[in-house]
């Protein structure tokens, strides 16, 4: 199997063969030209917009790009290179000179902060939080949550379907396709729901997005207006919080407890609601999985309340000690369910692929609103994907990886109790790729979180999940990238870090 590098950012280079500076000339001018290619660059260069390292297109082809004998273009360079603003390299070409200073403009800091009467934006973006990079975000190591074992996916196989698929391409791929995405992968979509997890659909129900984030966003555009109040399960999926944020709707934090979301409580919380967010196959952050009578219980308020259900089913893949529960989608007579599923867990994250299952009545809806976002699907990512699924490596991927998901898993909980003993309640290790780990005595799981990033142990605070004021403090654990052997070291390192914060 091919192994994986882990990326560097640093090797990123500033050349960018091909592309022509926006200098220009005026040949009616009194100033020469080699002056005016000369200031031309200079001024660019001082106002930023072109910086250290870049390259600089050749003398030969700057001359051919502004019409004019390739003389005042050799004149200016060689006068750009005596004044150091340009530096030449043999064999490579000439480029901005590098000792240059060439830090951007940081963003933030020094700005004025907008909003203000002048720079004024809308109430929706001002109201939603502000953009951080969760610090376990940034880079791979034990208990990073959201993350597959990226070093086991087979990127030989995948590797050679790209390949294959751009010596086959043809020029139809090429074009704006459908909004709904690639027919013959939403039919392969639609067999693996119907027989894996239960749903109730057809390949024109399905509409292929570029992951859960993106159906959810457009979900909301599409069942609910501005102002409209949205039950959230209470600790639940954060970036739900900002979508609904972002389109101006009023989330309603409804308790989770053992069961799943508590529809009563809900609807004693928020009885017009529009619409209900759930994940009841493996809650997010407490890994519950939503009970029958609570599924009844829901589907029976949507019916009644003329209220969507948006079904999150983004990483039930993997079940350890029982089979896969259906989707709720499936339970449903009366067309109230949205189903968002995802190939981020199974495949990798940074594919950029997801489904929705729309009733048949919004398809059309759906289909309006997706082309206002971004038109449609790109089509490279569909069609790997379709062989990847057709040729049987989706499904053998999936059974290659149960067992040893499983045994990270059962690792990480008997280390766990091991460590913390009664100290600690372990929740939502049946499913999935991540569980919570609950410390009533812990008083601040933010602080703590960002104390074990300095030592690169990525820490998802439990407290960060919750809209109310009361939330329970603890951590969700991913053990889908974390390898068993680096389990026991780390469950050490966060136990040493809670006794020192206590
Ligand atoms: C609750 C929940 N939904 C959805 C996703 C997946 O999002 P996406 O498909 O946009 O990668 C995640 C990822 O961690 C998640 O935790």
Redesign the pocket.
Known sequence: MTTLADFDMTTLKTELRGIMALISVDRRARKPLHRQIYNSFRHRIILRQLRAGELVPSSRSLARELRVSRLPVLNAYAQLLAEGYFESRVGAGTFIATSLPSQPRSLGAEQAPINNTSRRISSRAAAMPQYERPVWAGSLGPFQ??QPDLHSFPMDIWSKLIARYSRRVQVKGLQYGDPMGLPELRETIAVYLRTARGVHCEADQIMIVS???QALDLTTRVIVDPGAAVWVEEPG?WLVHHVLRAAGCRSVPVPVDTEGLDVAAGIRLGRKARAAFV?PSHQ?PLGVTMSATRRLQLLEWAQRSGGWIVE?D?DSEYRYNSKPIASLQGMDHHDRVIYIG?F?KVIF?ALRL?YIVIPPDLVERFAAMRQSMDLCPSHIPQAVMLEFMREGHFARHIRRMRPIYAERREVLVTELARAFGEGAEIVGDEAGLHLALLLPKLRNDRQLAARAAKESLWLSPLSASYVGKSPRHGFVLGFGNTRGNQIPAAVRQLKRLCAASS
């Open positions: 949550i959201g992951g859960s984030q999926y994940a997010y999150d983004y995802t981020s994250p997801g």
